[in-house]
């Protein structure tokens, strides 16, 4: 199971606030909080020391400073894009418009916060009208692409990102999300292609080398998704995800102690993420350390309670353990959550085989027998 970034995404790890924050702070106190640009350079500095939300309060401050101000407000759009704040944004994003209708970046920025507020036609609609007055932009069709990919419609994607790529052939944004959308309609060799034009392009972006590394990964080419893992990683050391499918291609290379290591760390990085807690268990299970495993597993559990692929493995586990009483109670409540899994059924048969109960155990490799042969 590996992940991509990837249709538009830029995700950033927040760090520190740096020097220049803390200088540009100071200078909006005091005869500085009246000046707005104290408080547009304080937005920029936030921007560039990735602190999202204090860098859209700074820009709103400066909107309420300017509030006939075009670009102003198309900033200030931005930056609440950016910190998540999408109503604010497609607020500032129609105060835009209604100072400066026919400015082409102004409709494409609040078609991307409509997409993402789910409002589908709408944003189609402001791409558009951004492409009737900038034909040429190739930022517009490679916008225009990603909301209809973010909406699963990845033929029309695939024209889109073409048509920025025409325009602009060395656009890496596009080259690179075109390998995602073609990977998903199954062109493993195109998709490749376009991503390694997108790694050559931007080889500093550890973004398109952890796409490229779950690309291969996925198609079992497990050499080469690690060493674009590696890569991803020494660009951006706290990437999740590159961190997370690391362990993943090492899980599945048999490497169980590089595995425990990336995958624990993933969890660091990413403590709300049940996949990574997963695995991690996953890898203690294999190694054959069956305790922690249970423990990684149940952490699982607790952030994702009806997922029915951790129950089935909790109960492989817990029959390891000869833990016979809570076997059986993980994979019935697994095939409670999914009564298609045949071998969910078969280890159920197993454990109540240890327990003596041979009635229940037949009934349950019978069950078992019947899915798994509608699989063959």
């Not at 494409?108 to 944003?123: F, M, P, R, S, V």
């Not at 909790?314 to 019935?332: H, P, Q, R």
């Amino acid at each position: 199971m590996f992940g991509k970034l990837g249709l538009g995404s830029n995700r950033r790890t927040k760090v520190a606030p740096s020097r220049e924050v803390a200088d540009a702070e100071r200078r909006v106190r005091g005869r500085g909080a009246t000046d707005p640009k104290s408080w547009q350079q304080l937005a920029q500095v936030c921007t560039d020391a990735r602190d999202l939300q204090r860098a859209f309060e700074a820009w709103r401050k400066v909107a309420d400073f300017r509030p006939d101000d075009a670009e102003i407000a198309l900033e200030c759009g931005v930056a609440a894009r950016k910190a998540g704040a999408i109503p604010e944004a497609i607020d500032y994003f129609s105060r835009c418009l209604a100072l400066a209708p026919d400015l082409p970046e102004a409709h494409t920025q609040y078609a991307k916060a409509l997409d993402l507020a789910g409002l589908y036609e709408d944003a189609v609609s402001h791409h558009h009208r951004s492409l009737e007055l900038d034909p040429d932009s190739a930022a517009g069709h490679y916008h225009l692409g990603v909301t209809y990919a973010r909406n699963g419609l990845d033929d029309l994607a695939t024209e889109s990102y073409g048509a920025a790529l025409e325009i602009n052939p060395d656009f890496a944004r596009a080259r690179g999300n075109l390998g995602v959308v073609l990977d998903r309609q199954g062109e493993f060799d195109g998709a490749v292609s376009e991503l390694r034009k997108a790694v050559r392009l931007e080889p500093d972006r550890a973004e398109w080398h952890s796409n490229l590394g779950a690309l291969y990964g996925e198609h079992k080419h497990y050499d080469e998704a690690i060493e674009e893992f590696e890569t991803a990683l020494s660009l951006d050391p706290d990437n999740t995800e590159a961190r997370f499918n690391l362990g993943i291609a090492y899980l599945d290379r048999g490497r169980l102690e590089d595995a425990i290591e990336e995958l624990r760390r993933a969890t660091n990085l990413a403590p709300d993420s049940s996949q990574a807690f997963y695995y991690l268990g996953e890898a203690y299970r294999k190694k054959g350390l069956y305790d922690r495993a249970v423990r990684e597993i149940r952490s699982a559990l607790e952030l994702s309670p009806d997922d029915a692929r951790c129950y089935y493995s909790l109960g492989c586990v817990y029959n390891k353990m000869d833990s016979v009483v809570e076997a059986i109670t993980a994979f019935e409540r697994a095939i409670a959550l999914d009564p298609t899994n045949g071998r969910a059924y078969y280890h159920l048969g197993m454990a109540y085989d240890k327990r003596g109960a041979s009635e229940e155990a037949m009934g349950a490799y019978r069950r078992s027998e019947e899915l798994l042969a509608r699989l063959s």
